[in-house]
């Protein structure tokens, strides 16, 4: 199985503040991996896939990168909304895998 | 736009069976991958498996702690995909959700809630 390692597990940031997430492979998964955002009693939402593609209608303040093993999630300016858990998730093989999730709040 | 509505969940005791149901619109669904992913309570998310369409010969992928234990299916004239879980286990106690994609997941239920208790 491809292991999806996520950090940190939690982090708390201000209004405004630049966010990163990185997401690191067991094994090189080119960029076969996509990005979550999953807020309380919803179901997840991707915002990213393909590494660093922004799906439709996602704000620009979200972007991604990154290829093989290594990947990086970015919020360029932090808002309100966007407190929610993050999670990476590969296709590259099966099992598909996701990360153990990044709870992002407000300080 | 598409919409994907989970059914079926409740309360089962370890050892018993349940069926999930995901009745699908707005989409291809014949042509459609279709997965089911899981979140135990206050964890993250894991996927269950993954059903892929009659034209791509309709193979079935699973996760190890479900295989032999879970069946999923689909009826194209229905639009619903199932998920069939028998031998059911404490740990199996989560969110189930379903969605639909070749690579990512762009539409997803709103999760129908399996708890296993005795």
């Known amino acids: 199985d491809i292991q999806m390692t996520q950090s940190p597990s939690s982090l708390s940031a201000s209004v405004g503040d630049r966010v990163t997430i990185t997401c690191q492979a067991s094994?090189?998964?080119?960029?076969?991996l996509n990005w979550y955002q999953q807020k309380p009693g919803k179901a997840p939402k991707v915002l990213i896939y393909d590494a660093s593609d922004l799906e439709t209608g996602v704000p620009s303040r979200f972007s991604g990168s990154g290829s093989g093993t290594d990947f990086t999630f970015t919020i360029s300016s932090l808002q309100p909304e966007d407190v929610a858990t993050y999670y990476c998730h590969q296709y590259a093989g099966l099992p598909l895998t996701f990360g153990g999730g990044t709870k992002v709040d407000l300080k | 736009e598409v919409y994907l509505v989970e059914s079926g969940g409740g309360l089962v005791k370890p050892g018993g069976s349940l069926r999930l149901s995901c009745e699908a619109s707005g989409l291809n669904f014949r042509n459609a991958w279709m997965i089911w992913v899981r979140q135990a309570p206050g964890k993250g998310l894991e996927w269950v498996g993954r059903?892929?369409?009659?034209?791509?010969?309709?193979?079935?992928d699973y996760n190890a702690p479900v295989k032999g234990r879970f069946i999923m299916s689909r009826d194209d004239s229905k639009s619903t995909l199932y998920l069939q879980m028998n031998s059911l286990k404490t740990e199996d106690t989560a969110v189930y959700y379903c969605t639909t994609g070749l690579r990512y997941f762009a539409h997803w239920g709103q999760g129908t809630l399996v708890t296993v208790s005795s």
């Open positions: 094994q090189p998964i080119s960029n076969f």
């Open positions: 059903i892929k369409s009659k034209d791509d010969g309709e193979p079935k």
